[in-house]
Each structure stands twice: as structure tokens, then as C-alpha cells.
């Protein structure tokens, strides 16, 4: 099974983050929790089986806010844990809920 991939390494450094954030702009809004620089070095993997899809994700450390106007936009699940390598996050927040 092939997974679907996007990463931003290819990308020009200052054009990393913004390419991530569009990647994502239906699901939630993202802030980097660090200084980032100029680079934004991420990338996902995303297998789909029937109606499941599971991802591994790695990217530098974000804050995640998923609102109501996401949910209405793209309602993929309303509770989602992340899982950042090697230690977890919380689920996401729904701002406004």
C-alpha cells in the first residue's frame, strides 16, 4: 500500500511553514510554538483504507486550534489525538465549543 505524501523539504525554506499551514487550513489553524526561522521541515503520510485514514506525521512543534468554522468546512472528527515523535500531545482544543 502506497501512502499520499507532502513534505515541505522541497520547498524554499522561507515557503515551508505557509505550504504547511495550507496543507492544513481545513482541519485546524497552526502557530509554531518555537521561533522557526527560515525553515519549516515536515512532512505527512497518509494511507487510506476504505473509510480509515491513518497518518505519521513529522514537523517542528505547533499549537493546534480546531473551531467551529472548521468543523462546519471539514468535519474529519470532532475529538483527534496527535501524536508528535517521541512524545504526545494533548487532543486537539475546539475553540468556541
Not at 6 to 31: C, K
Not at 74 to 91: F, H, I, K, M, Y
Request: charged share 20%; aromatic share 8%; glycine share 6%.
Amino acid at each position: 500500500m502506497t501512502p499520499h505524501t507532502f513534505a515541505t523539504q522541497s520547498l524554499g525554506p522561507r515557503d515551508q511553514l505557509e505550504a504547511w499551514r495550507e496543507w492544513y487550513e481545513t482541519v485546524f489553524d497552526l502557530i509554531p510554538q518555537h521561533q522557526t526561522g527560515d525553515e519549516f521541515p515536515a512532512e505527512i503520510h497518509i494511507w487510506k483504507l476504505g473509510g480509515l485514514a491513518l497518518s505519521r506525521t513529522s514537523a517542528p512543534s505547533v499549537h493546534v486550534v480546531r473551531t467551529k468554522g472548521h468543523l462546519r468546512r471539514d468535519p474529519v472528527a470532532r475529538e483527534t489525538s496527535v501524536r508528535n515523535d517521541p512524545l504526545s500531545c494533548p487532543p486537539f482544543q475546539v475553540a468556541g465549543a
